[in-house]
């Protein structure tokens, strides 16, 4: 595992935030620490493990820079689907560079990788501290966003010609890919570009990462959806509450809302397969269920029992596969399945999916962004590139992007966490008789 963050070159420059004024030190980091990629330690069959293991490179503001701040020009960019948050990360990259750095050059480019080819005309926004200030209180993203591909060379010429140095790019792992494609192509040219990634997943599906920005947001507004659910589920003869939650390859929304909320009773993710049919399947379950207790809930990550449905084989702009509609399908297998035993049952069904993206992000996410964008803008002014910013045992830390995208953290069906989903709901480790 490669943790080497690359640099564009020496760093000269004494970093401005010196002159905080008021006696205040600054706690400036060094590149050799280290916040190590295990907390846990056995030190009866590995004595010497601390000092051998992987360790990231610790984020913060570094006593010397690259870039000098009164000639620095940056961008933000923001792409893919929209997530709580974006706005905060926006508005804490512009007023960090402003208020710590002194960079008053910041652009931001409009509509995810389009705005920065030029034949769309989406003209770049100068981002100023009092045009951001107030846009955490909303959700989305003021620069908006978009999918598709674009050519990486002509992206890059047009940061070679408003002079950026310092790039910014908030988006989820094709976004993160495009970005190490940038930061390569500048690289083939000679161009000394800081590129840094702010991973943005709303499913917490990044690796090597505490959490993602928005991920809490995003659980809080599901677990709302789960409590209306239940109060639907309890005012009907054989009433089931179904509720599609966002995870396409990761089941942590579905799993956090359904401790948070209680009262579910099943708990579908794409890491751990099910069957319908069966003595043991989930209608089985689910009609046994409703006996004993008259009402039910069920939460399905729409990533879920893909294997389930004829998949429409389509691709979105970006290439994406897109996944069979497993919410609708089992509404419909649900209603069969009762209809065919001549038994009632009435089912309620939500989606709260878009109205979960595109609230504005929660007190915790507001800090968390900032935060992240603070560390952005430390590692970008240092001169590191084709790296992202996290958060990792409690520490910031530098990760190169390559890394971080070459797979996606899952839920473990081993886990505490998936134990506490089926010591909370009841229901059976194994939906199927296999
Ligand atoms: P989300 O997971 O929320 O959908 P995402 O960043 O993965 O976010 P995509 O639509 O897949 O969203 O990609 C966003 C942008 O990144 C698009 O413009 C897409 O063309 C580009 N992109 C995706 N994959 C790559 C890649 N491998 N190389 C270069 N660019 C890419
Ligand atoms: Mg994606």
Known sequence: MDTTIKSLGPCEIISPLHHVGGGVE???????????????LDRDSEPHADASQFSFEASGPREHIFFNPAKTTAAIVTCGGLCPGLNDIIRG???QLHYRYAVTKVFGFRYGYEGLIPRYGHTPMLLKPESVSQIHNFGGTILGSSRGPQKIGEMVDLLEEMNIDLFF????????RGAVEISNECER???????????????????YLDKSFGFETAFAVAVQTVKCAYVEATG?????????????????????????????DFVLIPEVPFQLEGE??????????LAKKKNAVIVVAEGAGQDLIPSAGNTDASG????GDIGLFLKDKIGAFFKERRTECNLKYFDPSYIIRSVPANAQDNVYCSQLAQHAVHAAMAGKTSMLVGRWHGAFV???IALATQGRRKVDPSSELWHSVLESTGQSARLSDG
């Open 26 to 40: 600054v706690n400036f980091r060094k590149d050799n620490e280290r916040v190590l990629f295990s907390h846990t």
């Open 93 to 95: 990259i512009v007023t």
């Open 169 to 176: 790019v908030v988006g989820g792992d094709g976004t993160l």
């Open 189 to 207: 040219r000679g161009l000394k570009k800081a590129v840094i990634g702010i991973p943005k997943t709303i499913d917490n599906d990044i690796m």
């Open 236 to 264: 009907a003869v054989n009433g089931i509450g179904l509720i599609k939650l966002m995870g396409r390859d990761s089941g942590f929304i579905s799993c956090y809302a359904a401790l948070a909320g209680g009262n579910v």
């Open 280 to 289: 043991r399947g989930l209608l089985e379950a689910l009609r046994y269920k």
């Open 320 to 323: 994406n596969q897109k996944y």
């Open 398 to 400: 530098h990760l190169p």
